[in-house]
């Protein structure tokens, strides 16, 4: 890779961790809301056939801020491997990750044929 292609792609992934950092917040804040929204309320929602019980709404954004959270850590790794002059090589074979998979995904770590034997 050129100097140019990783400046280029530092800040693609600079831009996918402060994307994947707002998600992360804005969810974190949403399970607050349904706590606080919840927590005077004597609603029997577990037992309300018209709507998700406030648990299931809470986990699903939960799920939701970890899903973000781990997208952060992915892109930290990438920037590593980027810094280390590792990036681009496929972390099983050693082999080069083909252009194609890095701009479809830029996180990878494994080249295709790797990726599909895990």
Do not use: K, W
């Not at 890779?1 to 990783?6: E, I, K, P």
């Amino acid at each position: 890779m050129t100097d140019l292609d990783l400046v280029t792609l530092r800040e693609r992934l600079l831009a996918e961790r402060a994307d994947a950092l707002a998600r992360g917040r804005a969810l974190r804040g949403e399970v607050a809301e349904i706590v606080e929204a919840s927590r005077d309320s004597n609603a029997d929602d577990e037992h309300d056939p018209d709507g998700a019980t406030i648990a299931f709404e809470r986990a699903q954004v939960d799920a939701l801020a970890r899903s973000a959270a781990a997208r952060v850590e992915e892109v930290d790794a990438a920037l590593a491997r980027v810094d280390d002059g590792t990036y681009g090589t496929c972390a099983s074979c050693g082999q080069e990750i083909p252009g194609a998979r890095l701009e479809a995904r830029p996180t990878a770590r494994t080249c295709v044929r790797c990726a599909a034997t895990a």
